[in-house]
C-alpha cells in the first residue's frame, strides 16, 4: 500500500531534550516536506526536500532541523524543543515537478512541556 | 509574498444543501490552486486542483474554478452529506517546492 508514516503519533516531552519525528515514503517520490498545523493559522511549511541531500527553508524553519540522506526518509529533527512548538505536525511527499498531488501521513502530535 | 485568504468557519450545514467556501489569493504570476480535505484525526487529501487560469477542478462532486481575474478559488458543491463533515484546506504553489495553505474551514452537516 503507497503511504507516508510518521511516528510516534503523539510525543509528550520536556522543554531542552532533544527529539526526531520520522518520516518516511513508499512510493519513491522525490518531494518531501514538514508542515505544522496549529488553530487559527492553518498549515504552515517548515522544511522541504527536493531530493536526496537537497534542503530548504519554508516559512518557519526556526528551532527545526531536516534531513535528507535516503530518498524514503525525512526526519524531522528538534534539538532543543520549546512549547511554542507544541503542535501537530505533518510530512508529505509528492513526485517532483507539476505541482503534483502531495500524499500526507497521519500526522505527529507534539507537546512540549 | 504568496497567500491564501479563506472563509472564516464553523460552517455547519443540513443534508442536501448547497456548499460554498470561499477562498482567495495573492501570489506573483500563475499559481496552482488546490483544495485539501482532513477527515478528522487524519492526514489532508487532495479533494481538487487547478493549474491555470478558467481551469475547472472537480471531485466527488466538489467544483473550483480559477478566476484570475478575482483571484478567487471558490469550493462549491449542490448537495452536501454528512461524509462531508470535515475540515477543507485551501492552497497554492508558484514553484511545486513551497506551499500555502489557508487557516482551514470546518464543516459539519447535519442530518
Known amino acids: 500500500e503507497a503511504q507516508v508514516t510518521q511516528n510516534p503519533r503523539y510525543l509528550i516531552t520536556v522543554t531542552g531534550k532533544k527529539l526526531t519525528v520520522t518520516c518516511s515514503q513508499n512510493?519513491?517520490?522525490?518531494?518531501m516536506s514538514w508542515y505544522r498545523q496549529d488553530p487559527g493559522l492553518g498549515l504552515r511549511q517548515i522544511y522541504y526536500?527536493?531530493?536526496?541531500?537537497?534542503?530548504d527553508k519554508g516559512d518557519v524553519p526556526e528551532g527545526y532541523k531536516v534531513s535528507r540522506k535516503e530518498k524514503r526518509n525525512f526526519p524531522l529533527i528538534l534539538e532543543s524543543p520549546s512549547p511554542n512548538q507544541t503542535s501537530l505536525y505533518f510530512c508529505?511527499?509528492?513526485?517532483?515537478?507539476?505541482?503534483?498531488?502531495?500524499?500526507f501521513g497521519p500526522g505527529t502530535r507534539l507537546t512540549v512541556l | 509574498g504568496d497567500s491564501v485568504t479563506q472563509m472564516e468557519g464553523p460552517v455547519t450545514l443540513s443534508e442536501e444543501a448547497f456548499l460554498t467556501i470561499n477562498c482567495t489569493y495573492t501570489a506573483t504570476g500563475y499559481p496552482s490552486l488546490f483544495w485539501y480535505v482532513q477527515y478528522p484525526g487524519e492526514g489532508l487529501q487532495l479533494l481538487l486542483k487547478?493549474?491555470?487560469?478558467?481551469d475547472k477542478g472537480s471531485n466527488k462532486g466538489f467544483e473550483a474554478t480559477y478566476r484570475k481575474e478575482t483571484t478567487s478559488f471558490h469550493l462549491e458543491k449542490g448537495s452536501v452529506q454528512v461524509s462531508d463533515s470535515a475540515v477543507y484546506f485551501c492552497?497554492?504553489?508558484?514553484?511545486?517546492?513551497?506551499?500555502?495553505f489557508g487557516t482551514g474551514t470546518s464543516l459539519t452537516v447535519i442530518p
Open positions: 487547478a493549474t491555470k487560469a478558467d
Open positions: 512510493m519513491n517520490h522525490e518531494y
Open positions: 508529505a511527499s509528492t513526485l517532483a515537478g507539476n505541482y503534483n498531488e502531495q500524499f
Open positions: 492552497a497554492l504553489t508558484n514553484t511545486g517546492n513551497q506551499f500555502y
Open positions: 526536500s527536493m531530493n536526496v541531500e537537497v534542503t
